[in-house]
């Protein structure tokens, strides 16, 4: 579960729960450099209409509940819980909205989208990652390619990711069991009260 104290955090407290309480942290975290904005996730969470959407190259982290899919890395193999993509030169994450691999990790075919990410970069901020499972119905300007990974730097703000120090990272990742359906929980502080009525045997400080 990661808390950002608003809408126009770059910073935030990440917690791990398992059955309900919390196992480790809290981890400092960085935001999208442009803050929260509410994305596209499991379940929707109440918003009024002033509040932010997410959309395509807004620099804003997704507000909400989004699976944990699959770990990737630049290692060739992982020896964890979850499935795991090797991050080689030829993988792409496409973000391009008009494509119909928008928003999907796929192999670089021939003919490329208009717009993607290289999932294999020149710096370690994708040496290790995980996939958030938001805007899986890959509705075109919803945003694409959110992930948990390595911070640029300390207190360096995001595209739109999570990202944290590699460190935590790993133990994250080592953590987490595809088994016990892993989920990501993104909110604001203000929401905690919310999350508690969706989730009420869930032991969260007030």
Request: aromatic residues 8%; neutral net charge.
């Amino acid at each position: 579960m990661v808390v950002a104290e608003e809408f126009n955090s770059t910073k935030a407290k990440l917690i791990c729960f398992e059955d309900n309480r919390a196992v480790f942290g809290p981890i400092e975290v960085n935001l999208g450099a442009n803050g929260v904005a509410f994305g596209a996730g499991e379940r929707a969470l109440l918003k009024t209409k002033a509040e932010p959407i997410k959309k395509e190259g807004d620099k804003k982290a997704p507000l909400g509940i989004f699976t944990l899919d699959a770990v990737f890395g630049y290692e060739k193999e992982m020896n964890i819980k979850m499935p795991y993509l090797h991050a080689t030169k030829e993988l792409i994450c496409v973000d391009d909205s008009s494509s119909k691999f928008y928003n999907q990790i796929i192999k670089k075919p021939k003919e490329a989208p208009a717009s993607y990410e290289e999932m294999r970069r020149e710096d370690a901020q994708y040496e290790l990652g995980v996939t958030v499972g938001h805007n899986k119905e890959q509705i075109p300007q919803m945003g694409s390619c959110i992930f948990l990974h390595v911070e640029k730097s300390i207190d360096a703000p995001t595209a739109g990711c999570t990202s944290m120090k590699m460190e935590d990272l790993k133990k994250i990742i080592h953590w987490l069991d595809k088994s016990k359906n892993p989920t990501l929980i993104q909110i604001i502080s203000a929401q905690k009260k919310e999350l508690l009525e969706l989730y009420p045997l869930l032991v969260i400080v007030p």
